[in-house]
Structures are given as structure tokens and as C-alpha cells.
């Protein structure tokens, strides 16, 4: 148990439809992470929040829309996607996002989403 | 940030001590080495992390010289188990941006 879930952990769309990822995280930590893992690519990171706010946005294109309403859960809205966007989509936290101290920067992974955009 | 160059694949039988190289030629001062480990469809999972000398904790070992631009994790006594991706990242700071490379995919055997 990483302490870090996702739903769905499957997921089929259309290029028209609209979904939603959601991540969870009962650690108590203050930051959130978004990554993308493509199966010929290695794992990219798509955004950063830290207490709420985002702190980075790793040039992700427009329909993908990160919300974190708070520090334990994040969401990742997906709109007119398209089928290279299919990947597995892993949610991370850690306790903060400063430097220098190993056990405040560690991220604990969630099991991941794997999106298929048809 | 250093770019980092690690063996694509490695082979190992249960029981041996499997080591996994790295090369970070053009790491900085203030950057930490990292590595995690992925099973497959899981996320990655921190195993340690080192500036320099040696680490260890009760998974694994991280062997890093003078110079830095190399590290070595080692793994005592694999089990089949321990068959996963291991990704060397060199993070700035030991802080929270980590970019990830094709990592090593290590097959153990019985």
C-alpha cells in the first residue's frame, strides 16, 4: 500500500469525450505530482502543485487540465484527446517540494490510469 | 541537468548480487543521485539516494566516487522479485524535479 490511489485504473475514451483522473493521497504530504509514461518514451513530468498551487507546468498541451482542490487529492481533466495521448498516467506525492533533505522529497507513485484515447 | 546512461537490460540468477552503473558525466555540485525502481504497471518507488562515498539501507547500496560522474547501485542477493526497470536520476538540489531516462531492466532468473 503506497498510500497514493487512482481511479479509474482502466480507461477508454473517444477523441470527443470528456473524463476525468483522480488521485488520492492519505500521506499527509503538500505536494502532487502528474506524470506521463508512454510505452516508447520514459516518464515525463506534466505538472506540480504544492499546497494547491501549481508550481509547474511542463509545456503540457491545453486539453489536459490538472485541478487540486486540495493537498490530499488531485484530479487531471481530459478533453478532445488524442490517441497518442494513450499512456499510463501516474499520480506522485511528496511531503514538500524543497531541496536538500531526502526524506522530504521523496514521492510516493500511485498504481498509475492506463488511458486508451480511441 | 546531467543526462544520465545506464544499461538497457541486465540478467541475473536468484542469490547473486546484481550491480547496475550509471553514468552522469556532467553532474553538478549541488545535484544528488537517485534511483527508483518500477514493477510492471505500478509507479516508481524511491530506493536511495546519495552525494557521494557510499550509501545503504536495507534494500540496496549506492556506491558513488570521488569524481561523482558515475554511480553504482548494487543489490545484495537478488530474488526473483527484484525483476524490475531501475531508473538513475541525478536531481538538482535532492529536491523535487525528477527527470526520468529509459532506465535498466533487470531480469532475474531462477
Known amino acids: 500500500e503506497t498510500g497514493v490511489t487512482q481511479t479509474p485504473r482502466h480507461l477508454v475514451m473517444g477523441m470527443t469525450n470528456k473524463k476525468s483522473l483522480k488521485c488520492e493521497q492519505h500521506l499527509g504530504h503538500n505536494a502532487m505530482y502528474w506524470y506521463k509514461q508512454s510505452a516508447k518514451k520514459p516518464l515525463e513530468l506534466m505538472f506540480v502543485y504544492n499546497f494547491k498551487e501549481q508550481t509547474e507546468n511542463n509545456s503540457v498541451p491545453s486539453r489536459f487540465s490538472p485541478e487540486c482542490p486540495n493537498s490530499s487529492h488531485l484530479f487531471l481533466h481530459l478533453h478532445t484527446l488524442q490517441p497518442e495521448d494513450s499512456a499510463l498516467y501516474l499520480c506522485?506525492?511528496?511531503?514538500?517540494?524543497?531541496?536538500?533533505?531526502?526524506?522530504?522529497?521523496?514521492?510516493?507513485f500511485g498504481p498509475g490510469t492506463r488511458l486508451t484515447v480511441l | 541537468l546531467a543526462k544520465t546512461t545506464q544499461p538497457i537490460s541486465m540478467d541475473s540468477y536468484e542469490g547473486q548480487e546484481v550491480n547496475i552503473t550509471c553514468s552522469h558525466n556532467n553532474i553538478a555540485t549541488n545535484d544528488y543521485i537517485t534511483w527508483y525502481q518500477q514493477f510492471p504497471s505500478q509507479g516508481p518507488r524511491f530506493i536511495i539516494q546519495g552525494y557521494k562515498t557510499k550509501v545503504t539501507n536495507e534494500v540496496a547500496s549506492l556506491f558513488i566516487p570521488a569524481d561523482r560522474k558515475s554511480s553504482t547501485l548494487s543489490l545484495p542477493r537478488v530474488s526473483l522479485s527484484d525483476t524490475a526497470v531501475y531508473y538513475c536520476?541525478?536531481?538538482?538540489?535532492?529536491?523535487?524535479?525528477?527527470?526520468f531516462g529509459g532506465g535498466t531492466r533487470l531480469m532475474v532468473k531462477p
Open positions: 506522485a506525492s511528496s511531503q514538500g517540494i524543497a531541496g536538500g533533505i531526502t526524506s522530504y522529497n521523496e514521492q510516493f
Open positions: 536520476l541525478v536531481v538538482r538540489d535532492a529536491g523535487n524535479m525528477l527527470t
